[in-house]
């Protein structure tokens, strides 16, 4: 199973909701991902879990909170989102870096289409 | 920023013509990928070449490395239309380990 799986494919929230994005992987990695794509631009890392704890923050602001509740699965959390947070949300699972440094290869999910209204 | 730059951004080609995209990256790598997405959806792995490598090949596709000019690309062969997507190259620094994206050519190949 080579399969990162995202929950849900789209979401419309209001500025006021609390919404969860959920991803799951059952590859044995131990390193995931969030990433955030707006339209026509790359995608930029806004976390890094290793073994299940946040090993890189890239200054996100608070209003999104990441959670590795257990290897298999990550979450993020949202609260008071902002209109220009409206983007595709991905996640991605590999092997830790530190472990395999010539062989890091991502495996992705299709992503969240979130929409904050 | 640690993104590195890619060009052409935008590249329109015939079906069965070649497709070279370049990627320039800026500091050490320990490696360097190649992804593709489909309009709006998630990324697909295509190729990692270490970087102690020059040249890797798979399938229609061809990658260069040159370390001392930083920079990469890749080569379709014989495209064919459903080989319209983006193409990104990441890489990994060696320093935090941390996969970065470049800024993505778009492919059209018309039939």
């Known amino acids: 199973d080579t399969e990162v799986t995202q929950t849900p494919k789209h979401l419309v929230m209001g500025m006021t909701n609390k919404k969860s994005l959920k991803c799951e992987q059952h590859?044995?990695?131990?390193?995931m991902y969030w990433y955030k794509q707006k339209a026509k631009k790359p995608p930029e890392l806004m976390f890094v879990?290793?073994?299940?704890?946040?090993?890189i923050n890239e200054s996100v602001p608070s209003r999104f909170s990441p959670e590795c509740p257990n290897s298999s699965l990550l979450n993020l959390h949202l609260h008071a989102l902002q209109p220009e947070d409206s983007a595709l949300y991905l996640c991605?699972?590999?092997?830790?870096?530190?472990?395999?440094?010539?062989?890091?290869?991502?495996?992705f999910g299709q992503g969240t289409r979130l929409t904050v209204v | 920023s640690q993104q590195g730059e890619e060009d052409p951004q935008a590249l329109s080609i015939q079906e069965g013509e070649n497709a070279t995209m370049n990627c320039s990256y800026k500091?050490?790598?320990?490696?360097l990928q190649w992804y593709r997405q489909n309009s709006g959806r998630g990324l697909v792995h295509l190729i990692l070449?270490?970087?102690?490598?020059r040249e890797k090949h798979s399938g229609r596709l061809r990658v260069t490395l040159d370390t001392s000019k930083k920079s990469s690309s890749l080569l379709i062969t014989a495209s064919r239309a459903a080989d319209t997507a983006s193409y990104f190259c990441a890489t990994v620094y060696n320093q935090g380990g941390k996969l970065i994206f470049g800024q993505g050519t778009e492919l059209s190949v018309k039939p």
């Open positions: 879990y290793s073994y299940e704890k946040l090993s």
């Open positions: 070449i270490r970087s102690n490598e």
């Open positions: 500091t050490s790598i320990n490696n």
């Open positions: 590859m044995g990695h131990r390193a």
């Open positions: 991605a699972s590999s092997q830790v870096s530190s472990e395999a440094r010539r062989n890091t290869e991502a495996f």
